[in-house]
């Protein structure tokens, strides 16, 4: 067994000979040989031990055992103990999530104190089966059905080339013993009725099914492969962004308006989306749309989904609604959204010049009402549009401008005491409030870029 994982070593590149190596050891047999296959083959190895005391005397016992172990086999050993279940009421997680928290979080700190680079954990093939048949039974992609990796980041699993008869072989040919949890035997949980209840009957059926599932997942890990590469081009070409970072927003999407095309794209959408918590049902509807339904809205965790007639938005959602600001005649600047507004009162003789910039709106001051206000607009909101003559709907105005639907739903407005539109800001002023030749003093906005 020892040449066997050598070589699986070698061929995906799991250690160096020159490089230490910390293994987590928790007394069981798969742990145990891991480590004696290490040492035999002259790896530097290290070990740690988690107790997470869920067992009484027996989570003792297992410790006891792996001092014991190491100490005979000269391995350097490192023992932490956790409050497990105190952490998982506090964090309102399973027992089974905390002690998978408290170990990688401390793997990773021993790691970095002790600056060991690789963990070698103790995943056998037996165990590969079990994860492709739990990942098939609760619903899963490709990813899912691949499996265990041999080398996962600074993760290795060095006995995935051999099953669990094979290592219990190997232990009883050099005397070695093990602990066993008790845990391990119960059928309370999912992986142990796989592992005591199927498995052995899918063996009735394939006496080979251990090796015929590996076998599987490994053609599906090469298949992933290319699934990933082709998936980048797909996502890529659907991206309207600058670029695209998980997690950056906003983010871009092109619309898809051929049902057909849309039904293909369908893992592609759910490949960008599901990291952003969208669920399949939700990808479903949403390329579900027809071309005239825009300004539909999804929304998931902390991000929401917008779409419009050509393009869709993935932007996270504001903690809390736009707050009305109020301006008053003394005001010299303003600041909502992370935008800023600044405020010149000007001599109408001084200043000649009539900006047309959108992002500036010049103002007949002796024709406001003091306070001013800032405000998201609302349905029914009408204005004049300078140029125009009557009002107009500020959302048929939109319209006419091409906004976008979220672009129409974050739109601020000005407005003066009596509730009067000035300015769809960062678009156009009302013509009512327009600078004229008797103007006196211009009420000069500027919106910061």
Known sequence: MESKIQTFIKLHNLLEQDKPVLAGISG???????????????????????????????????EQFVRDFCQQQEI????????????????????????RELRYAYFHELMKSTKISVLAVAHHQNDQAETLLINLIRGTGIHGLRGMLPKNGEIVRPLLCVTREEILDY????????????????????????????????KTLNPSIISTLNHTALNLSEAENLYNRQ????????????????????????RLDNPMKSAEMKPVWHEIL?????????????????????????????????????????????????????????????????VKVNIDILQRKYYPVIEKESRVA?????????????????????????????????????????????????????????????????????GKYAISDKTQKIYRMELEE
């Open 28 to 62: 069981g047999a798969d742990s145990v040989a891991l480590a004696l296959v290490l040492k035999q083959l002259g790896y530097a190895l290290t070990a740690v031990h988690c107790n997470f005391h869920l067992r009484g005397e027996e989570s003792d016992r297992d």
């Open 362 to 430: 010049l103002l007949d001051y002796d024709k406001l009402t003091f306070p001013l206000q800032i405000r998201k607009v609302q349905a029914g909101d009408k204005f004049v549009p300078l140029g125009m003559k009557g009002k107009k709907l500020i959302s048929d105005f939109l319209t006419d401008q091409k906004a976008k639907s979220w672009e129409k739903k974050d739109q601020l407005i000005l407005c003066d005491a009596q509730g009067e539109i000035l300015w769809v800001i960062g678009r156009r002023i009302s």
């Open 231 to 254: 998936m980048r081009t797909e996502i890529q070409n659907l991206i309207l962004s600058d670029s695209y970072t998980l997690g950056e927003t906003p983010l871009l999407l092109k």
């Open 76 to 99: 350097p050993l490192y023992v932490k103990d956790f409050q497990t279940e105190e952490y998982a009421k506090e964090k309102k997680i399973s027992i089974e999530m905390a002690a």
């Open 274 to 338: 599901f990291p952003y918590g969208f669920t399949e049902t939700q990808v479903e509807n949403i390329l579900s749309l027809n071309v005239t339904d825009c300004g539909k809205a999804f929304y998931a965790n902390n991000w929401e989904l917008m779409v419009d007639r050509e393009e869709v938005i993935l932007r996270k959602r504001k903690e809390k609604d736009f707050e009305d600001i109020l301006i008053y005649d003394t005001d010299v600047y303003a600041t909502f959204l992370e």
């Open 171 to 202: 232990l009883a040919e050099k005397g070695q013993e093990f602990v066993t949890d008790s845990t391990n035997l119960s059928t309370d949980y999912t992986r142990n009725k796989i592992r005591l209840e199927l498995l052995p009957y899918l």
